[in-house]
């Protein structure tokens, strides 16, 4: 079964600091891996994903995930964290076919000046 | 990457009513996907819409509390019917295009059911 896990339900960081939101996951098969980004009243927008290939993912806005097998981990980062940056963070693992997502239960970021 | 825009944003409905939501993309998806989202919390995979036949339904959903129709490969609606206040919460459209591996997620559809 596929699951994703994000054991932080909030995650605080200074502005301009860099910040890292934690994903761990659980597959049978090869892992394909994504972030989506969630601001107030609005839907999830896709940040970026892992597939295949190198092991460190250059998505939207700035961001980047380090996928790590030994580790099971998908974490997210970014080097300079922004105010704009605060919103909710889903991580997110597809089935085999990417007909159906599993995505875990969110990260709060919040980005203080 | 396809843009989904959802109808209506938001609406507040009495007990004992339904809702249809409409889903439209501005270009032809393989799969549309519904889900159920509580304020701040992880999204729930209701159906997936499938185009000429019946949706295929997560367990905990059924057809005649949430029936969908998808006449075809840009537009999908989803009913909310016989509401309570528990079905109170954001339904969320998406779609995958087979060019592409990520969904691409609608605006969401806040109900408030009193």
């Known amino acids: 079964a596929q699951s994703v896990a994000q054991p932080e339900d909030q995650v605080n960081v200074a502005e301009g600091n860099p910040l890292t939101v934690k994903c761990t996951y659980s597959?049978?098969?090869?892992?394909?891996l994504f972030w989506y980004v969630q601001y107030p009243n609005r839907g999830l927008q896709f940040l970026l994903k892992?597939?295949?290939?190198?092991?460190l993912v250059k998505g939207s806005y700035g961001f980047e995930a380090e996928f790590n097998k030994s580790q099971t981990s998908f974490h997210l980062k970014k080097p300079s964290a922004l105010v704009s940056d605060s919103a909710l963070y889903f991580c997110?693992?597809?089935?085999?076919?990417?007909?159906?997502?599993?995505f875990g239960s969110g990260t709060k970021l919040n980005v203080k000046p | 990457s396809a843009v989904i825009s959802q109808k209506p944003s938001r609406d507040i409905c009495q007990r004992g009513t339904s809702l249809t939501i409409q889903c439209q993309v501005d270009?032809?998806?393989?799969?549309m996907f519904w889900y159920r989202q509580q304020p701040g919390q992880s999204l729930t995979l209701i159906a997936t819409?499938?185009?000429?036949?019946?949706?295929?339904?997560e367990s905990g959903f059924v057809i005649d509390k949430f029936p969908i129709s998808r006449p075809n490969l840009t537009f999908s609606t989803l009913t909310v019917s016989n509401m309570s206040p528990e079905d109170s919460s954001i339904y969320l459209c998406?779609?995958?295009?087979?060019?592409?591996?990520?969904?691409?997620f609608g605006p969401g559809t806040r109900l408030t059911v009193l």
């Open positions: 998406s779609g995958r295009d087979r060019d592409y591996n990520e969904q691409f």
């Open positions: 270009s032809q998806v393989t799969m």
């Open positions: 597959v049978s098969g090869n892992p394909y």
């Open positions: 819409a499938n185009q000429g036949s019946e949706a295929t339904y």
């Open positions: 892992y597939i295949t290939g190198d092991n």
């Open positions: 997110a693992v597809s089935s085999y076919n990417f007909n159906k997502f599993y």
